[in-house]
């Protein structure tokens, strides 16, 4: 299954505009103006104070704007792996927690692994998919961790569909531990066009002391498909030159 | 299946999925009558089924499915286990034992579920399953012939020499042996080689298979487990067929690497 763009010029649209560029520019930006988010639970409240930022953040696809009645200013929710990116990653954003103080690197670190376990995890895979400048969104709306998009998703239609799992942790996200499970997460992809892609954290002995243990996780990726042996009973392959 | 327009472009997606038609295939039977039956067969192949090796030999060929079952050694045929049942239950092959006494059905199920054979229940479930939509499936690890290798002899055929192999590895008595025994009980292989459709096939040049299946009915593959696998597979594709209350379905597990984009 490759990608879906969404009508005539999609494609060329993205390829004319390549989301890395989209979001060193929200770099920049964010890295101007000082930005900083609010810590509220697992979100990460960011007052943006241009158009130009909100169209950015928008156009990245980094977080969800929040609908308020305030005119001048526009307020986005960041989820902990995007704001924990566009922290430690990017270095664009700063995040405050009560009394306006600015959290350091431990605490935050800290903070999210208490929130959820398999943060640190989750983190990579985020980061993983975005350092490749695919775009990251949750993937609460099909049963799965993350989606996965080739550009924005007023263009394209998301890809995959991404499971996290942690090799080694006793698969602490409780995924894909039966074969029904497999069955499940397979059908309901089918059904909305995405391919399954599990990405296996495996954290090479490193630990979780830090955000820097990150750079020694390594990555595996692999797509699970279901397989029909009513249909594949010719190799396409030759089928195809054959026509030709 | 090409669906379009089910997610809303403002980038807040909206829940609506596209239900694909329920294709639920699953026999319901009211009465015995609805159950079908195979064709009753003049042209019925004979075989004897040797204990020792677990096989049958084929000792007179009818039909075209020769050309796609049993192994060649030496001036011999033999078909494994799950080849015999497929082609009992169809009524295709007559089987003797030692004493010429014909081997029924229940005793073909009762060696599958023994397993002695190099061959479960599900394993044979799966068989058949390909078997029926014109798969040619041969058990992994037994060539077809024995043509080109050196040591061509009746008696090295298959099943046997793999448990020859695996014994002599489980030898000694160390703490590391026994360590090693202990992760052996979770190595999987891959239990059949598959190859698409083909009325051209040669048991002498049977080329590649089209990948190698491997047969699970307990856990889903772990990371080594499937690592392990691909080893054993040398660059040739490697699926799970799960097996679940009579019912087989195929499971590809492929590495991918994600392009950077632009």
């Known amino acids: 299954m490759g990608p879906r763009w969404k009508g005539k010029g999609s494609e060329a649209k993205a390829l004319a505009d390549p989301m890395s560029k989209i979001v060193s520019q929200l770099k920049s930006t964010l890295i101007q103006s000082d930005s900083h988010g609010l810590l509220s639970g697992c979100s990460i409240l960011l007052e943006v104070e241009t158009e130009e930022q909100t169209e950015l953040l928008n156009r990245a696809c980094f977080g969800r704007p929040i609908v308020t009645a305030q005119k001048d200013k526009q307020w986005f929710q960041l989820g902990m792996e995007e704001a924990f990116y566009l922290y430690y990653n990017l270095k664009c954003l700063k995040i405050v927690g009560e009394g306006k103080c600015t959290k350091t690197e431990d605490e935050l670190w800290n903070y999210m692994k208490s929130k959820r376990e398999t943060f640190p995890d989750f983190l990579k895979a985020y980061t993983h998919l975005r350092t490749r400048n695919w775009v990251v969104r949750s993937g609460s709306q099909y049963g799965v961790d993350f989606i996965a998009y080739r550009h924005h998703p007023a263009l394209v239609h998301s890809e995959y569909a991404v499971l996290v799992l942690s090799e080694g942790q006793g698969n602490a996200n409780g995924r894909l531990r039966v074969w029904s499970d497999f069955q499940c997460t397979l059908r309901l992809c089918g059904s909305v066009a995405k391919t399954l892609l599990v990405l296996r954290i495996d954290r090479n002995s490193v630990g979780e002391d830090s955000p820097s243990c990150l750079e020694s996780y390594s990555v595996e990726e692999r797509t699970i498909t279901r397989w029909s042996p009513e249909q594949s009973r010719e190799d396409k392959t030759i089928a195809s030159s054959q026509l030709l | ?262």
């Open chain 2, 1 to 262: 299946m090409e669906v379009e327009g089910w997610e809303n472009s403002s980038g807040g997606t909206s829940d609506s999925e596209v239900y694909a038609q329920d294709t639920n295939d699953e026999e319901n039977y009211l009465t015995s009558g609805d159950i079908p039956k195979l064709q009753f067969r003049k042209n019925i192949s004979r075989g004897s089924w040797d204990d020792e090796v677990g096989m049958t030999e084929v000792v007179e060929k009818k039909g075209g499915m020769w050309t796609t079952t049993g192994i060649v050694r030496g001036n011999k045929m033999y078909c494994s286990i799950e080849e015999t049942l497929f082609l009992a239950e169809r009524g295709e092959l007559s089987v003797l034992d030692v004493d010429d006494s014909s081997i029924s059905l229940e005793d073909l199920y009762t060696k599958v579920a023994k397993a002695t054979s190099g061959c479960c229940w599900e394993s044979f479930e799966v068989y058949r399953h390909l078997r029926s939509l014109g798969y040619i499936v041969q058990r992994h690890g037994n060539p077809w012939t024995m043509k080109g290798t050196k040591n061509e002899s009746a008696s090295a055929v298959g099943i046997p020499q793999i448990k020859v192999i695996t014994e002599q590895n489980c030898g000694g008595s160390c703490l590391i042996n026994e360590l090693l025994n202990n992760m052996r009980i979770e190595e999987l292989r891959p239990a059949f080689d598959v190859f698409l459709p083909n009325s051209k096939f040669r048991k002498s040049s049977p080329g590649n298979p089209s990948f190698m299946l491997c047969v699970t009915s307990g856990h889903p593959p772990s990371k080594s487990q499937i690592e392990d696998l691909e080893r054993q597979c040398n660059g040739i594709p490697l699926k799970f067929g799960h097996v679940e209350h009579g019912r087989v379905s195929f499971f590809s597990f492929n590495k991918v690497e994600l392009p950077i984009l632009p």
